[in-house]
């Protein structure tokens, strides 16, 4: 085995190394360099309560970075048959107007209810979500949204993405829960648009959760991923 320039840690002529023989840390590599790699989903935020609280919020979360987002939840209310409300943020504050949204649910005895408007301050994510009044995190419902237009990337494999003023912040969702209304299980979709004609909705770059009445639940949370470009 021949070694050159061992001064600038050049090896050549190598053809098997002896385990034993290699100790100490390896140095941490950098990825930025690498092609041909699939995206990755990453988590970008955690927000849990950890006392009760009207809202929750997250700012500054979409970035450049990243090409879309998603968000899991699991929200729980303290007061019997709260609704729960969204809203887009931008720099800290609160979006609020021009909310368009509909919001399907279907209960396990086959009945279904809608819930829908247009040019409102807040859009609506569940009805009548279900509390046990324990305190012990029973009922809620839980939420997966897919989030477009917001802040984010605007090339994808190299290629130009940007969307037009009119591709507006929207996103779509699915959840389940129990109905307080009707004493049910139940199921649900819905879609939410920001009609801001402004490039990606005047850059929003945050989400916030509120409840129409009482506060929501210590140990309520959300998290919020990512989609690396590959």
Known sequence: MAIIKPNNNTLSAITSLDATKLTGNLPAISGASLTGVDGNWVRLAANVLTSDASSMATDSVFTTTYTHYKLIGNFHVQTNSAEINFLYRVGGSDKTASYYYCLRLFDDDGGNHEVYDRNSANARVWNDVYDAGSDDLTGGVGIDMSIFNVTKKDTLNGSDV????????????????????????TAGYGMIRLNESLAHGSNVDGVKFLTSTGNFQTGSYYMIYGLEDS
Do not use: D
Not at 171 to 176: D, K, Y
């Open 162 to 185: 940007t969307p037009s003023t009119n591709a507006r912040p929207h996103l779509f969702f699915t959840g389940t829960g129990y109905n307080a209304a009707n004493s049910k299980y």
